[in-house]
């Protein structure tokens, strides 16, 4: 039993669990500072887990269908593929359709109770919030084809998952909560855009419009990259500007090290696809580090992890800032 259960949460991608967690922890503490109901923090936290699962699992299903139109699909040699590795319980059959779709159902049914429970505490404001996250989550596959991908992560990652948790902690909006969110949500949105970047043939492959193959090469896509890491430090400052919180949030400019390293990462990766980063003590933690192995997907799994990584400790060190700045 608990052998299936891990299976199913590794088919769900859990490993990208963190990014939501520490999204939400900066604004939990910044909303238990002012006053804010923990136990509804945490609450709210269970729903926005399952809401994440329940949409990678819906993204893959719909990728696989999309996949499997294709007339020169194979199977065998897809699997072969050491990039896109997400649909491969799917193909392999390790799960089928309807187990998929039962699963992402499970995952926003159990959601939809938590939205619910904040419907009769709050009315029907954090109804609207839940339905405008619930319709990017459902059609999340569908925007990440067309160019908006980005744009439907930072929504979700920025003024509905930063709003909707302090809201429900408070039952206040705020607007110093929304520019709070700003450099989680663009660092989250990174992690995305790596993603789009390593992906940049397959996509064009299959007809997946991203901002990165707007660009001639993965090469020239990077200067986004560039542009998104630099704002999200720069927005710091904003924080500190508004008076949000005092320079002890600045602390998260320690992770530019890991920033600069991910950049050329990346570069590496546009000149090389199969080229492997050295590992370093600041890349870790990265689980599963056999399998993957097994699956010659370390040139991938592992700047997926970086890019993870990176966002984990610039988010805690931006929570632990706020919790210093009001000691």
Not at 92 to 110: D, P
Not at 120 to 127: E, H, K
Not at 144 to 149: C, E, P
Not at 247 to 259: E, G, K, Y
Request: charged content about 15%; some cysteine; proline content about 2%.
């Amino acid at each position: 039993m608990i052998s299936r259960i891990l299976s199913l949460l590794e088919c769900s991608r859990v490993f990208s669990l963190p990014m939501t967690i520490l999204s939400w922890l900066v604004v939990f503490t910044y909303s238990v500072i002012n006053a804010g109901n923990v136990w509804y923090g945490i609450l709210c936290l269970i729903g926005i887990c399952f809401v994440h699962l329940g949409t990678n699992i819906l993204d893959d299903f719909f990728d696989y269908k999309s996949l499997i139109k294709q007339v020169d699909f194979n199977k065998t040699e897809y699997l072969k593929n050491t990039q896109n590795t997400k649909c491969r319980y799917l193909i392999s059959g390790i799960l089928t359709e309807t187990q998929v779709l039962k699963l992402a159902g499970f995952y926003f049914f159990i959601a939809g109770l938590i939205g619910l429970f904040f419907y009769f505490v709050y009315g029907a404001l954090i109804v609207k919030i839940c339905i405008i996250a619930g319709i990017i989550a459902v059609l999340y596959s569908f925007l990440s084809k067309i160019r908006l991908s980005e744009i439907a992560i930072a929504a979700m990652y920025g003024p509905l998952l930063f709003g909707g948790v302090n809201y429900v902690m408070t039952g206040n909006l705020s607007k110093e909560t929304f520019i709070l969110a700003i450099p989680t949500m663009i660092m989250t949105v990174v992690l995305f855009y790596i993603h789009s970047i390593m992906d940049f043939d397959y996509d064009l492959k299959e007809g997946h419009m991203t901002i990165a193959n707007i660009f001639n090469s993965q090469l020239d896509s990077l200067i986004i990259l560039k542009i998104l890491l630099i704002t999200s430090y720069i927005s710091l400052f904003v924080i500190c500007i508004f008076d949000i919180s005092n320079w002890q949030v600045l602390s998260a400019l320690i992770t530019i090290p890991l920033s600069t390293d991910l950049y050329k990462s990346m570069t590496d990766f546009s000149l090389d696809n199969k080229s492997i980063p050295e590992h370093k003590w600041f890349h870790y933690p990265m689980e599963n580090m056999e399998y993957i192995e097994k699956l010659n997907a370390e040139s991938f799994m592992i700047r997926m992890y970086q890019s993870r990584n990176l966002m984990i400790y610039f988010s805690l060190f931006i929570t632990l800032g706020l919790i210093f700045a009001n000691l």
